[in-house]
């Protein structure tokens, strides 16, 4: 189920760090390119345990995590915040530094 746009407002604040373009979430991490590897397996193990997946763009010396729900049209649902808090602490884990783009 798509999330209504307060309830989007809603998701946001409780996902500091997170921006929002349209019907996706993103946020960029600054992190040394093998450990970007690194995190993106750690981070691919969780998709698999609850079957949501983020677009992954690995550049040199960061890595930017973007979600949405392709099925249900590529809309916000609770699944990307939970996929996005979950990406927050993996992220902590590999000492990786939110940046601000
Ligand atoms: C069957 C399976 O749960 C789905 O196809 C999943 C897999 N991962 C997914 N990830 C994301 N981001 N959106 C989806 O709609 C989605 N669907």
């Known amino acids: 189920m798509p999330l209504t746009e307060d309830e989007i407002v ?7 760090g997170w921006r929002r ?14 450990g970007g590897v690194a995190m993106i397996v750690h981070v691919a193990d969780v998709e698999r345990l609850i079957s949501h997946h983020a677009d992954i763009d690995l550049r040199w010396g960061k890595v930017r995590f973007a979600i949405t729900t392709h099925d249900v049209g590529n809309k916000l649902t609770t699944a990307d915040f939970d996929l996005a808090r979950r990406i927050d602490a993996i992220a902590e884990a590999h000492m990786a530094e939110p940046l601000d783009v």
């Open 21 to 34: 373009d349209g019907d996706e979430i993103s946020r960029t991490y600054g992190i040394r390119y093998h």
């Open 10 to 16: 809603a998701a946001l604040l409780k996902a500091p």
